[in-house]
């Protein structure tokens, strides 16, 4: 069995006679932000969507809070919170905490047990002031911590962030960066953090990976900054 954060070993992952993932393998513990960084088309997706379990793994194993995602899927994904750029899946006509309750109950949850998390996770978003306002009226760094807060429901144990600042200005960004970095430290949640933004990776990074045509290219140290994270990505890629 894997450990508590995510783990994958000898992943591979084919569509036709394409090879997405090549036998990767990679760790997460609890508590830490591991950047997985790469040029398009690396990989960096398919593998957020198979420790998803949108995907299933055609050879190596994942384990995912604990659990194997073929093995147990519905108590990996039960442990997942994932956040994607751009997310439009949210009801716009609806406030943000009818919007939360409804994928509460999505969860599992009773009406008042969806209410009460629903309220929860607007709080640890700093978005109670605003809950009961329309989506659509919110602001787009508010969305994004919308997005958050919905990730946050079912009290995961690992998050998967897939470019969640692509497309917000850079202080909006700064915001959502510093609101994962508490709430991992906070709840000692695994994360994987995709993106392109090098200064980003610098940020928030606990390590970074380099995936470059379906293969782990490079693992690079915490502490490395944006200068030294472009010297190994082209290094790995080049």
């Known amino acids: 069995m894997g450990q508590a954060g995510i783990l994958t070993e000898g992943l591979i992952r084919r569509f036709g006679s394409l090879v997405a993932l090549d ?14 960084l790469g040029p398009n088309g690396a990989g960096k997706s398919t593998l957020i969507r198979t420790l998803a379990t949108t995907l299933l793994p055609d050879a190596g194993r994942v384990w995912v809070a604990g659990f194997d995602v073929v093995a147990q899927p519905r ?10 750029s751009e997310d439009r899946s949210f009801f716009w006509r609806m406030s943000g905490a009818a919007n939360l309750e409804f994928f509460a109950a999505l969860h599992g949850l009773r009406r008042e047990a969806a209410r009460r998390r629903a309220a929860e996770c607007l709080a640890m978003v700093g978005l109670s002031d605003v809950g009961g306002r329309r989506v659509d009226r919110y602001s787009t760094g508010m969305r994004a911590r919308l997005g958050i807060a919905r990730a946050l429901l079912g009290r995961p144990r690992v998050l998967l962030l897939d470019e969640p600042t692509r497309s917000l200005d850079p202080l909006v960004a700064v915001e959502v960066r510093r609101l994962v970095l508490a709430l991992t430290a906070d709840q000692g949640v695994a994360c994987l953090f995709a993106t392109h933004d090098l200064h980003e990776a610098a940020a928030v990074s606990s390590g970074t990976i380099v995936l470059a045509g379906g293969q782990v ?19 790995a890629v080049g």
């Open 75 to 84: 108590a990996a994904l039960a442990s997942t919170g994932l956040v994607l």
């Open 23 to 36: 036998g990767v393998d990679i760790s997460v513990d609890p508590g830490e932000v591991v950047v997985l």
């Open 217 to 235: 290219r490079a693992t690079i140290p915490p502490g490395t900054d944006a200068a030294g994270l472009e010297d190994a990505l082209l290094e």
